[in-house]
Nanobody
């Protein structure tokens, strides 16, 4: 059974930093696209960042967030710097089950989801 387990969320002041982790189990994702989405209250879930051989970012987080992975640990990370109140959301780890998918920037390419971790940025 595949599981994606996020950690690292919390409350931080504007301008601060957080690092999210997503540990996968049940299969290897070393050749697959993994990444992050987020969903704020009353809004649709949106793409944040993904990584496979290349990295992709939403325009709203470029230059502030960095996605990385450790294939030996089957884990993907999201370093979030210069956080803003509008970054407040539940952050979801996501992964594709297909090696042919270059990026999970669209939810149609996501086969696995984590349970989500809350990130709250206070002004």
């Amino acid at each position: 059974q595949v599981q994606l387990v996020e950690s690292g969320g919390g409350l931080v002041q504007a301008g601060g930093s957080l690092r999210l982790s997503c540990a996968a189990s049940g299969r290897s994702f070393s050749r697959n696209s993994m990444g992050w989405f987020r969903q704020a209250p009353g809004k649709e879930r949106e793409f944040v960042a993904s990584i496979r051989w290349s990295t992709y970012y939403a325009d709203s987080v470029k230059g502030r967030f960095t996605i990385s992975r450790d294939n030996a640990k089957n884990t993907v990370y999201l370093q979030m710097n210069s956080l803003k109140p509008e970054d407040t959301a539940v952050y979801y780890c996501a992964a594709s089950g297909k090696e042919t998918v270059l990026t999970i920037a669209t939810m149609a390419n996501v086969d696995y989801w984590g349970q989500g971790t809350q990130v709250t940025v206070s002004s």
